[in-house]
């Protein structure tokens, strides 16, 4: 974990470790997932700790970027679909040095974010 920027790698042990460090802090935290094209991965990884996070009781906002956004979403969408996520209308964006600075944690998944690091 980089503690100055808050960033995890993304391993099902540090996603838990987030969930437990949560439980004893104010309920107003955003957590961040980041990949390139915020088509697929991130986007994934964002739903499923959103419905974690709320099996467990913890009200997050949580939400997903890209450092270089795609045109769409992958087909992996519609596999989120299925699984009762509501991602139709989701298209890939960019993420910001403010959102970096202003998120509890953020959890890449393959992208550099050190030229954007407040």
Do not use: W
């Not at 460090?21 to 955003?30: C, G, H, K």
């Amino acid at each position: 974990m980089l503690v100055g920027l808050g960033l995890a790698e993304s391993t099902p042990g540090s996603l838990i470790l987030v969930l437990q460090t949560l439980r004893t802090r104010p309920m107003d935290q955003t957590i961040l997932f980041l990949c390139p094209h915020n088509a697929a991965k991130s986007v994934m990884a964002a739903a499923y700790y959103q419905r974690l996070a709320g099996q467990h009781g913890l009200e997050l906002h949580v939400t997903s970027a890209g450092t270089e956004p795609g045109p769409v979403i992958s087909p992996v969408a519609e596999l989120l679909r299925k699984e009762g996520f509501g991602v139709a209308n989701y298209r890939p964006r960019g993420v910001s040095r403010e959102e970096l600075a202003a998120a509890f944690r953020v959890i890449s998944m393959g992208c550099d974010v050190s030229d954007l690091s407040p």
